[in-house]
């Protein structure tokens, strides 16, 4: 299992079967807010769901396509990151993250992005890392304009939210751009 320190209430956790019930009861306090961005929320109506997410998650990291951590705060789960989307020929992935519920604009997301990209640069050794959002999410588009990403373009209609279709903002970071 995967631990990467954050800070000295920080750390993030690499997802495992025994967080299936934190995390279900995390996104089903934060449905209403979570699924304004991100459609999956929608699925997962039980422990069943979330814990099939963990081992889903799990099987892509062996297949080394992605990982998935738990942001815990002082021991609770207050949200995730991944990296996932490997392209390995291209050395590059896709960060996603989310918060629950009163979580947000403590700079918890931001400490999270940072110690997950030293970790996909350092550790991965990938040339890349990109994070894709909704136009819309202004709150999720900080986060990398704070880390200095660079956007690098809208995808138009390019993802599904509640069956309409929604263009995506991509904001890349290079290794030799990063400065952790």
Not at 87 to 104: N, R, T, V
Request: net charge positive; proline share 4%; charged share 25%.
């Amino acid at each position: 299992m995967l631990e990467l320190p954050v800070n000295d209430a920080l750390r993030l956790l690499q997802l495992q079967p025994a967080h299936a019930p934190a995390l279900y009861a995390l996104i089903n306090a934060s449905r209403k807010n979570l699924r304004k961005f991100l459609p999956w929320v929608d699925y997962n109506t039980n422990e069943e769901h979330s814990l099939r997410f963990i081992e889903l998650m799990l099987r892509k990291t062996d297949e080394q396509d992605a990982v998935a951590f738990g942001i815990w705060e002082n021991g609770r789960l207050c949200g995730v990151i991944d990296l996932h989307g490997w392209d390995h020929p291209l050395q590059k992935a896709e960060i996603g993250y989310w918060l629950g519920d009163g979580e947000q604009g403590k700079g918890i997301a931001t400490a999270a992005c940072k110690t997950i990209i030293q970790y996909a640069f350092s550790q991965l050794r990938l040339n890349k890392v990109e994070i894709r959002f909704v136009l819309q999410n202004e709150k999720s588009a900080k986060i990398p304009i704070k880390l200095g990403f660079t956007k690098e373009g809208i995808l138009r209609q390019s993802a599904k939210l509640h069956g309409q279709y929604v263009d995506m903002v991509v904001m890349g970071m290079l290794r030799q751009d990063w400065k952790p």
